[in-house]
Structure formats: structure tokens, C-alpha cells
């Protein structure tokens, strides 16, 4: 058996690294409680995952709007039954009580007589409060929403009921899908060093800022 040194530090390293897994395993729980929630439609589990003072749209505040919020939009949305798959989830600290993270989640939505199909990507922010994790916000992009039986091939990829089809945004936060594309890529320029640790998710965005999004995902006007 492996014995370590009764060393301040080393325990104290120790125990760091502990609470550090421990975190990421909470948060890690976050997006899983979230599909589970919203596909059995229990949104009091579901705001509690929120931050108490969580911002809502139409410039409200708190849990209880942010269940009123989803209540009406759920309803008034058309879908029935739903099931979301959390995939990717990548996992960064900035500091001991905040952390970003970068979920994919590929979705299925009964309404009407069809069955539609989306495929997203969440950037989130996790705070700690009062030693448990919680969603600070969630930024959702969508690559594509449609029925299950025509995923269209242009940009145009969110269509929902009778409504106009709008643009997807999936890659809207990182400049890397436009680097690519560009009539100047840089291919032939170095490889440059691995992220520092811990930021991989602010170098893959270049340390933009976030894109301003619609709640549903799609970009909005004032972008």
C-alpha cells in the first residue's frame, strides 16, 4: 500500500484536487437534472438548478418567473412530449465558485403530428453558491430544428410549424467556422501551442464576446 508524507502541502494540494473533481462531478449533474426535468416537465426541479436571482426574459428576475416563463412557453409552443440527449460537455473553472462549460445536446419534440429534431449546443456559466453549483445562464445555438423526416441542407435549418425559416447560429460563437470558409485561411499558418489549461474553451472562442441570442437560440436583429 502507497503510504504519503504527513506534508501540509501535499495534503493540502490533495484535498484541492479532490474538491476539484467533486465540483466538476456536480456540474457535470447539472445538464442531465436539466433534460430530465424539462422532458418530465417539473419545472420547480428545473429552476432550482438556476441560480436564485436568475435573469429571465422580458427583464424579470428569480426562479418563479423563470418557471412562469417556461410554463407558458411550453405550453404555448405546440411540442408534447419531449426527450433531450446531453452529449460533449467540457468543463472549465474560473475560479473556486465559477466555471464555463460547453454542453452539446441533440433534442426530439413531439407536436402535432410530427415529430421534430434539433441539434444544439449550450454555453453555460456555473456559479457556486453556498457550497453547491447551480446555472448561472445558458446560451443556447441551435445547427439545425425541423421535422424529423427534413433536415434541410442550407443555413436556413430552424423551421418550427408554419413559420418563415430562420438561420442557424450553431457556429455563431466561434470565429474558427469563419477562419475556415474565408477567402484568406490560414492553413499554412504554424500550429500554435496547446490552450493553457483550463481555457480551452476561451481560446476556441477567441475571447469574444458572447453573441446576443433570441431565448430560443436564433440570433437577434440587434446582433
Known sequence: MTEYPANGDTLRGLEARIARMEAVEEIRQL???????????????????????????????????????????????GSKSTAHLVGNHIIEFENDDLATGLVYSRNQLE????????????????????????????????????????????????????GPPAQENFHAAFPSWQEFWSDSPNDDLPVPPPSPLGRFVETLRRGQTMPRVKPAGTMRADT
Not at 37 to 47: F, G, H, I, K
Not at 49 to 73: E, H, M
Open 31 to 77: 445538464p442531465a437534472k436539466y433534460a430530465v426535468c424539462l422532458d418530465q416537465r417539473d419545472y420547480d426541479a428545473l429552476v432550482n438548478l438556476f441560480v436564485d436571482d436568475i435573469g429571465v426574459p422580458g427583464k424579470r428576475r428569480g426562479r418563479q418567473a423563470l418557471k412562469a416563463w417556461y410554463c407558458d412557453t411550453v405550453r404555448g409552443g
Open 111 to 162: 407536436t402535432g403530428e410530427r415529430w421534430m429534431v434539433e441539434m444544439m449546443v449550450y454555453l453555460d456559466r456555473y456559479a457556486r453558491v453556498d457550497g453547491r453549483w447551480f446555472f448561472q445562464r445558458r446560451t443556447p445555438f441551435f445547427l439545425y430544428q425541423c421535422p424529423m423526416d427534413a433536415i434541410p441542407l442550407d443555413e436556413f435549418k430552424i423551421t418550427w410549424g408554419d
